[in-house]
């Protein structure tokens, strides 16, 4: 007896879901799909029913975990909590996201993987990174409205610094210098 469409689908967004945060956790090479398709409850021989290559899950568990700034300026547009550009410098910044990089940005994660993954997944992040960008210096403009120019590179600026402030303060030993990179 096959699965239907559906129960398909939903064990196939089980698996990206169960990816993208094992990937984030152990690095792209830190978990093979034999352990990511046990842990799922799954058979090797399933994973291949859904997708044509590792590279392929990469690609779509990467992508999934993108985008969560966009989500909380439309979530804010919604009624939900006020989107700024210090709220998501902040939110970045934060313990949790240090701590838990499982849930968190996946470049903050995985930059010097994505660095050297095939060039679907380094499309599906450029892409995002350029809307991050894009928001940024949305954000930054509206803000400072009298400054104009110099948004998009300071957007830039400040992307790079996020992610940059992120991976060290995960990767020093020493906890009071982790909680620096709050200091700017």
């Not at 392929?56 to 804010?76: I, Q």
């Not at 701590?99 to 679907?120: E, F, M, Q, W, Y």
């Amino acid at each position: 007896m096959g699965y239907s469409k559906a129960q398909k689908a939903k064990t196939h967004e089980r698996i990206v879901k169960l990816a993208s945060k094992r990937f984030r956790e152990e690095g792209l090479a830190g978990i093979g799909i034999a352990e990511l398709m046990k842990e799922a409850g799954l058979t090797v021989g399933g994973f291949y029913k859904h997708f044509k290559s590792r590279d392929d899950l990469v690609a779509e568990s990467v992508g999934s975990a993108l985008g969560f700034w966009k989500r909380l300026v439309d979530a804010a547009a919604s009624g939900g909590p006020p989107a700024s550009y210090e709220s998501l410098v902040d939110d970045y910044l934060t313990e949790r996201h240090r701590n838990h990089p499982g849930t968190g940005c996946p470049v903050g994660a995985l930059a010097g993987d994505i660095a050297r993954s095939d060039k679907r997944t380094r499309a599906v992040v450029t892409r995002q990174i350029r809307d991050n960008i894009e928001l940024l210096a949305t954000l930054i403009h509206d803000a400072n409205e009298k400054n104009k120019r110099g948004t998009r590179s300071q957007a830039i600026l400040t992307y790079c610094a996020l992610v940059g402030a992120i991976g060290v303060a995960r990767a020093v030993s020493n906890e009071q210098l982790s909680r620096e990179r709050r200091s700017t």
